[in-house]
């Protein structure tokens, strides 16, 4: 997901960020996610560069970089199902890593979201759901 962009010669001076995901609903008697986990990367990256994976690119210059806590719940029907959601933080994070935008081309602060998808159902993946919020300080040069 792609927040905003920083122009060539700004700077992000800082971010504030927090984000919620949700999964299903899944008629199913098994918990869906298994051992999956879901990891969370905010970066600023290269207009056109190929976009990092926060589970294989780890050295990447990741402003923020977490695992999701999936919960569960089951719906009050007796049909078993089952919602799977990750309220995200409780406060909103905040990236006080400064980072400057190259000359030549724009920037773009993006949250990356990737499943290790080891036992989870491929409907549990494809069902995902995320919704994002952040605000950044922008220094002109």
Do not use: C
């Not at 990356?112 to 040069?141: H, K, M, N, W």
């Amino acid at each position: 997901m792609d927040l905003l962009i920083v122009q060539p010669g700004e700077t992000l001076g800082g971010t504030w960020w927090t984000y919620k995901a949700h999964a299903g609903p899944f008629a199913s008697t098994a918990y869906e996610p298994d051992q999956s986990t879901t990891f969370m990367g905010l970066i600023l990256r290269q207009d056109g560069d190929p976009i990092p994976d926060p589970l294989v690119d780890l050295g990447a210059d990741w402003l923020w970089w977490e695992p999701v806590t999936w919960q569960t719940t089951a719906s009050a029907s007796t049909d078993l199902i089952w919602l799977h959601y990750a309220w995200g933080p409780r406060t909103e994070r905040k990236a006080e890593s400064q980072r400057r935008a190259p000359a030549g081309a724009n920037s773009i602060l993006s949250v990356i979201t990737r499943t290790d998808a080891q036992g989870a159902t491929s409907a549990f993946v494809d069902a995902q759901r995320f919704e994002v919020a952040a605000s950044a300080l922008i220094i002109l040069p």
